[in-house]
Each structure stands twice: as C-alpha cells, then as structure tokens.
C-alpha cells in the first residue's frame, strides 16, 4: 500500500524506495534497520506530515533525505531548476551546494557556535545570502519578536536559553531565508500554545510562498492544522 | 735562502684567486668562493683584500693602503708594507697617484678612475646572514632573488625607527639583479658605488669569498618606493684640521664639544696644502 | 576543482620498487614487509572545491599530517600528480604541484596557498616582529611600498582580533593562542586560495580553542577560501569542516559529509574513532 498522497508530476520531492540500514561493526557486524521502501511526494506549497510512534525512523528518514545518514537504496529525486537530482546519489560536494541553496533542515536542537548573539545567529542564512548586516539584524530582530523572544536576550547567545527559546531561535533561522524545501524535526515541541501557534503561522505563510515541507510533529492536534497531508511510517511499514 | 715570489704567491695561487675575480666581475654582486690562503696575517685583519691585491698586482701598480680612509693606521701600514715588501712596487697615500688601492671601511672621497682598481676588505660577504644563517639556503635565495627577509628588516626598522638602522653595510642591489654587502663602509659611501669609473673588488679571507662590481655598474640602496635613501648629515660642518665641508668626518668628542675631521687623511692633507699655497 | 589530487604516494627511506602495492589500509600495515620502508601516503584521490572546507581524521601516523607536506610541498612526492588550479603552465591549465621548482614552489605559497603549523615555530620566524612576519607575505608579492605594507600588516591584525599596539613585538612575547593568531595573519596576508591547517589549535587551552576556530570559521566564510584541516580532534572536525576523510595506514578508508561520518560512519575504523570520543 503506497500511499501516495498528491499524484501530481509537478512534485517538488519525490523519495522513492529509499531504505537505510546500520551495520554496527564494532557489535559483531550487527545490522539495524532504521526504515525501508519509503515512497512519497510533496509538492510546492504542501505541508507533509511524516508519522508514527517513536522508534518508527522518522527522524532518520529526515536525515536520509539530508544525507546526515548515508542512504541504503531508493532515491531522493529534488525539482532543481529544470533539472532533476538525486540526493541519494549525488556527491559530497554537490549536496553541500543543494544544502546551501535548495533545502533547510530544522532539527530538534539548536546547534550553533557559542559566543554569537541571538540575532546574529538568526541573521546569519540573510548574510550567507549577501544582504547587508544591518538590514538581516533588523528582520532577525522582527522575527524573533514574533516568536516571542525577550528582548533582553537578543544580544545574548542562544546556548544560554531555555529549550523553548532555543527551539524558536532555531525555527526563526531555519525560515528566514526559506529554501525550495524544508525538513522540521518536531518543531513545536516544547513550545506553549502561544509560540506553537505563532511557528504554524509561519509555517502556513511559507506553504503560501510554495516552499515544500517534510515535517514530524509530536503533537497530533498541531500537526492536524498545518498538514496537508500525512505519511505515516509504521502502517506503510506493515 | 728560500726566494720568495713575486707578490708572496707562487703563480698558481694567483691563478686561482683571478679566476674567481674573473667570475665576480661576470656576475655582478655573486659570490665566488676561492681557496684563501693562510697569510702573514691573522684571519679578519684585512687577508680577503690582501689576496685580491697580491694577486692581481704588477711591477707597474702603485699600491695605497687605508684603514677607515686613513693611510697611517697600523693595519694599512702593515699590509702596504707587506706588499711592497713581496713586489718591490711603489706605495703612495695620495688617491689620484695610486693604481691599486686596498681599503678598509671607506670609499676615497677623491673621485676614481678607469684606471684604478679599488680592493675591499669584507668581514662578512653574504647580506642575507643576518636574516638566514644556513649557507645553503642563503644560496637559493640568492638563485631566486628570494629578499624579501631583508625587506622585512627594513620594515620593522622604517615601523620602529622610522628609517632602517644599519650605519654601515647597508643592502645594495647591484646591476638590478643580486643584493650585496658593500662591506662595512658608512652610508655616505654607497652612492659612490652606483656607475664608479673604478672596478671594485671585494675580498673576504676568513669567510673564503670575492665577489666585484665592474666599472660603470648601476648600485643602489634597498629602499620603499615612499621612502629615500638617507645618509649622514654633515651639514654646515667642516674639517677642525683643513676646513673641508661636504666630506664624511670622523667625530670626535673634546671637553663636551664634538668635533670633526676628515675621515679620508689623504684628502686632509691635500685639502690643507692647497689651502697652504693659496694663503702662502 | 580548486585541487584535484590523483594516486598520491609517498614512501619514506629507500623503496624497493614494491612498497607501495604491498602497503596501505586493505594490507593492514603502512610498512613495507619487503623492504621495510614507510609508505606515509598510499594512492590518495582526493577533490577540493571552491569554499570547501575538507578535515582529515585519523590516527598518529595514518598519514595525515604528511598528506599536508605534499600538498604544500614540504616534502617530495614519491607518485602521483596534484593540479591546483591556481598554479596554470602557458597553456592556461592547472600544472601538477608536485613538479613545481623551488621558486615556482615560493609564488605558490606568498601568493596563493598557505599553511597553519601546530607548532608556531614552524610557520613563523621568531626574529621577526608580529607585523614582520606579515610583511614578509606582502612584501614577497611585491609590495615595495612601506605605508601600504604597513597598512596590510595592521589590517590583518586587527582581522586576527591581535592588538595592534603590538606589532612591533616578537611573537615570542605573545601567548600560545595570539602566536597561532599571527600564523593565521601571516598565511591571510597570502591571499590564499587554500589555506591548509595542521592541528591548529591542538595543545591551546579549550577556551582558546574554541575562540581560534570559531574566528577560522568566520574568515573562511568573509574571504572565501578553501580549507583542509587535519586534526585527531573530532570536536575541532566538527566545528570547522563540511566534509571529513578518515585515514589509517597511509589510505582514505571513509570519506562522507561531515555530519554523516559523525553520525552514520560506515568503516569499522571511523565507527569505532567515533564511539571513543569522550
């Protein structure tokens, strides 16, 4: 059973087959199964939920696709340009530049260098991305007001932060230069109901600007106002 | 009785000193190594210039010997004394009348010839020693032009000092190809080095290395392009001896009052006959 | 392709003609069991990219630190060709390092290639000034000008976060972490294409570390440069590098993003180097 939630060809991500294992050398060559024969498509604009009780590999399968695992077997076909490329295949060097220009990734922790203000931290994508200092600053300072940030704590590193002030300073520089496409790792997950709502309006804008998103929630309640649709690991595993 | 030959050497010595001359004057400013003799004379006292000059003397030279421009002091006496000695030719203290002239720290402020030859004594040949004290990298920076450590001297003493603070044996590209050591002569002397009438022969006993600049060689300080070359200052002072001006003196303190002297004796003394004749 | 490096060897001592099949990672052992000689470097392929910052792991004598001397040719290559693009023959192609002169070898480095040594020792000159020792790069460029040398050598302090009331001090009145600071200054001031890095903040105290490579990270990204960083630090690896080659005995036995030979590492070796981090 393939659930193959938008059978358009105007797809954005299309991951096909794809299965990862790990051999773990050092037990006695002992394989683990991480997913397998994952298929699906998200197009611009959709938000795909990705599903199922922990332990399923969804996070690994966020990680195949951003080859922080090195992918089994399938493929991970991305719409670039007119072209067509596949992740699982591509090389090191290249999929530093599809990371650089094409897909953000936000994961469930907040991994910075120490000793970089929030807003720095936040303002960096813009910068990367050859806008001038002072106006990245002011529209990291717009969105980490939205998200409810302290003021007071714009200057300060985000390591000093408590975990849901981290996890926002992640989200804001995870979206403020939105990619084509866009990995979320449970990015509501200890947020109150106030930030969580702000972050799914985000979200929504971003869908509005035909971004493509691949995400887990923990919450299912969350994850049934933004998704357009679910893919669900376990029962397609079955 | 053993004889001695002409000018101490025996005829192959000579041989092998002028073919390493021979080939300093090929390369401006290159280094040759020769076999320096042991002489009468201990290393360091001037051996390097003595050989050139024995070597390359004949029955037909005059021979004139200075130590810091003085023809008096016991060194020049000793060397001069020591050739003429070996070759029986005629000596002088007087520039113009002198056809080989060993120096020691200075060059005469009487203007050189084509005729004349003129023989330093060097302690220290290599320039890039006080940067690089491995002979054989000295070697292959020279191979490659490769002085850009002894720019960097001059940075730091043009950052600290303002201007570099070498009094003596200051850098001197030559023939817009090697950097040299002129030796230890002041300043004042080097730009008597650029397009000199003379040949210039610069001989280094201890260190076993000659090296020359031909006639008429292009000789210039290392210096920034926003910078110039600068010299001792004498300005408005003169000879206390013989009234010159324009000349490189020597100082001298006497009750807290610094006086100055001609530093080349025989210009002195030249100075003060002419100012003699003229009064007289 | 900033570099492209193709089956580099090298053998220390007298090879007797087999070393190099006999030896590398799938032989087990980097010693030749004929002759007895060390083949440091065994076949390397390797690419470097514009911006690219490479890490190579592995342990004391996998052959790492050597990999390095190669490229910047401090030590003769024994097999094997290295184009650098920045280094092009009269046919405007990339010519092959490892045949440079000794001057070509002198270009190479004051203008478009530099190296960070552990050691300070070893890539500055202790009779130098702090600003000397940049001087030294500007000038060799050709920079005969004293203000702008000047200008330069202050302009790479300040790059460096050094005080710039102290150029004019040896680096032997510096700390450990300013005198690799000075390194750092030093080999901009090269301009380079490449900067190459040899455990550069191994033996600093880890708050100097930690300031050192985060300043490494800032430059590389602010004047575009590649990188290749070798370290036995997984941390410093982590921190400054894109993507990682693991070695053991003279051979690349894994070579991945950054991220994924940390998290995913697929060679029994890079497995274990990775769960033996404290």
């Not at chain 2, 020359?212 to 002072?237: C, H, L, N, W």
């Amino acid at each position: 059973m393939i659930m193959q939630t938008s059978p358009s060809s105007s797809y954005r991500l299309r991951v096909s087959k794809l299965s990862k294992s790990f051999t773990l050398h050092n037990r006695g060559a002992i394989e683990i199964e991480a997913f397998s024969d994952v298929s699906f498509c998200i197009d611009p604009g959709e938000l795909l939920a990705l599903t199922g009780p922990s332990g399923a590999g969804k996070s690994s399968v966020l990680k195949t696709i951003y080859r922080t695992y090195k992918p089994g077997s399938g493929q991970v076909l991305l719409q670039r340009g007119g072209q067509l490329v596949d992740l699982a295949a591509c090389s090191d060097s290249e999929m530093l530049e599809y990371r650089r220009a094409d897909i953000g990734f936000v994961t469930q922790f907040l991994k910075i260098l120490p000793r970089v203000s929030a807003v720095d931290v936040v303002a960096a994508p813009l910068v990367a991305l050859g806008r001038g200092l002072e106006n990245a600053r002011a529209e990291a300072v717009d969105l980490l007001r939205r998200l409810y940030i302290r003021e007071d704590l714009f200057s300060l590193s985000p390591l000093t932060f408590s975990g849901g002030e981290q996890q926002r300073v992640n989200i804001a520089r995870g979206v403020i230069a939105p990619k084509k496409l866009l990995l979320l790792d449970e990015p509501t997950a200890s947020l109150d109901d106030k930030s969580a709502a702000m972050v799914l309006e985000i979200l929504n804008n971003l869908k509005q600007q035909g971004i493509c998103i691949l995400a887990i929630f923990h919450d299912r309640q969350r994850m049934e106002q933004i998704a357009d649709n679910e893919f669900n690991i376990m029962e397609y595993n079955s | 009785m053993v004889e001695i030959s002409f000018a101490f050497f025996d005829e192959d010595a000579k041989k092998e000193i002028r073919r390493a001359i021979l080939k300093g004057i090929a390369l401006p400013g290159y280094i040759v190594p020769f076999a320096s003799r042991e002489m009468p004379l201990a290393r360091g006292w001037g051996t390097g210039g003595l050989q050139i000059s024995l070597s390359i003397i004949t029955e037909a030279d005059t021979i004139k010997v200075i130590d810091q421009g003085c023809d008096a002091s016991v060194n020049a006496v000793n060397i001069r004394e020591f050739i003429v000695a070996t070759t029986d030719v005629r000596a002088t203290s007087t520039t113009g009348e002198a056809s080989i002239i060993q120096t020691r720290h200075r060059v005469p402020e009487t203007a050189l010839t084509e005729e004349q030859v003129l023989v330093f004594q060097v302690p220290t040949p290599d320039v890039l020693t006080v940067v690089e004290p491995d002979t054989d990298k000295q070697k292959k920076m020279h191979a490659h032009l490769e002085y850009s450590k002894l720019w960097v001297l001059l940075y730091e003493d043009t950052a600290s000092f303002g201007d570099s603070r070498i009094a003596s044996r200051y850098p001197v590209e030559v023939n817009d190809h090697f950097i040299m050591d002129p030796s230890p002569i002041p300043r004042y002397d080097i730009p008597r080095l650029n397009d000199n009438p003379a040949l210039m022969l610069f001989g280094a006993g201890r260190e076993k290395r000659i090296y020359a600049i031909p006639p008429y060689t292009k000789v210039k300080p290392i210096v920034f392009d926003d910078r110039s070359f600068q010299m001792e200052d004498f300005t408005g002072k003169s000879c206390m001896r013989c009234g010159a001006e324009n000349v490189f003196f020597d100082t001298l303190k006497k009750d807290g009052e610094v006086q100055y002297y001609c530093s080349d004796s025989d210009f002195c003394d030249q100075t003060l006959e002419s100012r003699k004749s003229h009064a007289s | 392709m900033l570099l492209e490096i193709e089956n580099l060897s090298k053998v220390y001592g007298k090879s007797c003609g087999q070393c190099i099949a006999l030896t590398g990672d799938d032989m087990g052992t980097a010693i030749c069991p004929v002759c007895g000689a060390v083949v440091a470097v065994n076949r390397i392929n390797l690419r470097v990219e514009d911006n690219e910052v490479l890490g190579i792991v592995g342990e004391s004598g996998s052959g790492k630190s050597t990999l390095l001397q190669l490229i910047y040719r401090d030590t003769k290559t024994t097999e094997g060709k290295m184009f650098f693009r920045e280094m092009q023959g009269e046919d405007g192609e990339p010519v092959d390092i490892a045949g440079l002169n000794m001057m070509e070898t002198v270009l190479m480095r004051n203008t478009m290639m530099a190296m960070i040594y552990q050691n300070p020792r070893l890539g500055l000159n202790f009779l130098f000034s702090g600003g000397g020792n940049i001087a030294e790069k500007v000038i060799a460029a050709g920079q005969r000008n004293y203000e702008d040398i000047r200008k330069s050598a202050c302009y790479f302090f300040e790059k460096t976060d050094l005080p710039v009331s102290r150029i004019d001090q040896s680096p032997e009145t510096f700390s450990g972490g300013q005198q690799q600071r000075i390194q750092i200054a030093k080999a901009l001031a090269a301009s380079p294409r490449l900067l190459l890095l040899d455990e550069p903040t191994t033996g600093l105290d880890v708050s100097v570390q930690a300031q050192i490579l985060d300043m490494i990270r800032v430059l590389q990204k602010e004047l575009s440069f590649s990188m290749i960083v070798v370290s036995h630090d997984l941390g410093v690896i982590r921190h400054l590098t894109d993507i990682t080659v693991v070695m053991r005995n003279g051979s690349i036995v894994e070579q991945g993003l950054t991220d994924q030979v940390l998290e995913d590492p697929q060679h029994v070796y890079t497995q274990l180097l990775v769960s033996s981090v404290l």
